[in-house]
């Protein structure tokens, strides 16, 4: 049996697209995705990237949710059958997320683990959102007032995250 034939490509790409599926339901369920939730963001469940929550989702039935991600990860499984391209466009997107996450300057890398791993207020994640972008500190009053306004012309109700 020959190592890069077309079967074990398809194998190969099959163990990388479940371990793609279960870090997004991993990033899903995640102590980051509900500290997000808190300022009206959330993780795309396809590119990991942040993404603006809108108002009618954040009491979407689970049911929906479950619906949602599934389709999504077997929309994506008729790709399996490209064997080889699978998998180097599989592992290419984890290898780049693994390298940007290990070129985040370590002060940064300390306000992530906060996010990723504390259950955060209100204030404190604002406060280390615009600590990340390096805004001026004496600001965080207008940057918070700014978010509020945003989450309300989204069409949060005035007491979300109170």
């Not at 790709?79 to 780049?96: C, H, K, R, T």
């Not at 990723?116 to 600590?131: G, H, K, M, W």
Request: aromatic letters at 12%.
């Amino acid at each position: 049996m020959d190592i890069l034939s077309y079967e074990t490509g398809i194998a190969a790409a099959f163990l990388i697209w479940l371990y793609s599926a279960a870090m997004t339901m991993v990033n899903i369920n995640s102590q980051l995705e509900r500290n997000l939730n808190k300022v009206g963001l959330r993780l795309s469940w396809t590119t990991s990237r942040l993404k603006e929550m809108l108002a009618d989702e954040v009491d979407c039935p689970k049911y929906k949710r479950v619906f949602k991600y599934v389709f999504i990860y077997w929309v994506s499984a008729p790709l399996l059958l490209l064997s080889w391209f699978s998998v180097a466009v599989y592992a290419g997107a984890i290898a780049y997320q693994k390298i940007k996450d290990l070129r985040t300057p370590a002060e940064a890398r300390a306000r992530l683990w906060r996010l990723r791993n504390l259950d955060l207020s209100f204030d404190e994640i604002v406060r280390i959102t615009e600590e990340i972008k390096g805004a001026d500190p004496a600001n965080f009053e207008n940057a918070k007032n700014e978010l509020r306004e945003s989450l309300r012309l989204r069409g949060f109700p005035d007491t979300f995250n109170l």
